[in-house]
């Protein structure tokens, strides 16, 4: 009698990488000059203390790749690169974006006004229903603080965004920002994918029942 070969670890490795969904994701940071962005940035992509960054269209970005058992991203996260002190952050920088972070720094209360101009350039350039956005505090513990947590938060709130504090010497905090943000639009995606998916789905059989019926009884327009 004939007996199946049982699957080796190796070949159900390969099966989950064949059926595993792999993303690419456009972020950008946003926000007043000097509030700890590109810092933000690069300590998420482990790219302190080095040089090596990559350029799209003159536009600076840096590279990191999220995983899990179900999916993998290919996130690239786009750096203002010192535009914003000239108000020079162009719609093609905002184009394709599925993810935002708002930054601003709780010892400027500048940066946190401005928040709102940052937010009405996000609307302007993107579809905003397509993007997800978060609101970032950046605490510095040596400095004297002007923004509150409860006033940043009630804030956000009336923008209806997330909010979260992050210290730039704290990795924990660094990375639960960006990851938290690459789910929700991972989640996104996959859930606009899979009712597209039933919405085909339901017109392939409903194309099926009108064909059947036709070949039964005839077109109604003959």
């Known amino acids: 009698m ?8 190796n070949n159900k490795d390969k099966i989950l990488r064949r059926n595993k969904k792999d993303m690419h994701l456009k972020f950008i940071v946003i ?21 090596t ?6 536009q600076l970005y840096y590279q990191h790749v999220v995983s899990t058992p179900n999916w993998s991203c290919n996130l690239k996260i786009f750096d203002t690169a ?21 930054v601003f720094d709780t010892s400027e209360e500048t940066s946190f006004v401005n928040i709102e101009h940052w937010y009405d350039d996000l609307k302007n350039y993107t579809d905003s229903d397509s993007v997800s956005v978060v609101l970032v505090g950046i605490t510095r513990p040596a400095r004297e603080r002007y923004v509150s947590t409860e006033r940043a ?24 920002v960006f990851d938290n943000l690459v789910k929700t639009v991972v989640q996104k995606l996959l859930s606009r994918e899979t ?28």
């Open 195 to 222: 009712s597209v998916s039933a919405s085909t789905l339901s017109t392939t059989q409903l194309s099926k029942v009108v064909l059947k019926a036709e070949s039964k009884f005839g077109c109604s327009c003959c």
């Open 2 to 9: 004939y007996t199946a070969k049982p699957t080796s670890i």
């Open 53 to 58: 960054k990559n350029k799209c269209n003159n």
């Open 82 to 102: 010192g535009q914003e002190r000239y108000r020079s952050v162009t719609s093609s920088y905002y184009r394709g974006a599925q993810g935002c972070l708002v």
């Open 153 to 176: 938060q009630s804030f956000s709130e009336h923008l209806n965004l997330p909010y979260f504090e992050v210290n730039l010497e704290n990795q924990t905090e660094i990375s639960d």
């Open 31 to 51: 926000g007043d000059s000097k509030v700890g962005k590109t810092t933000l940035v690069e300590k998420y992509c482990g790219y302190e203390g080095n040089s």
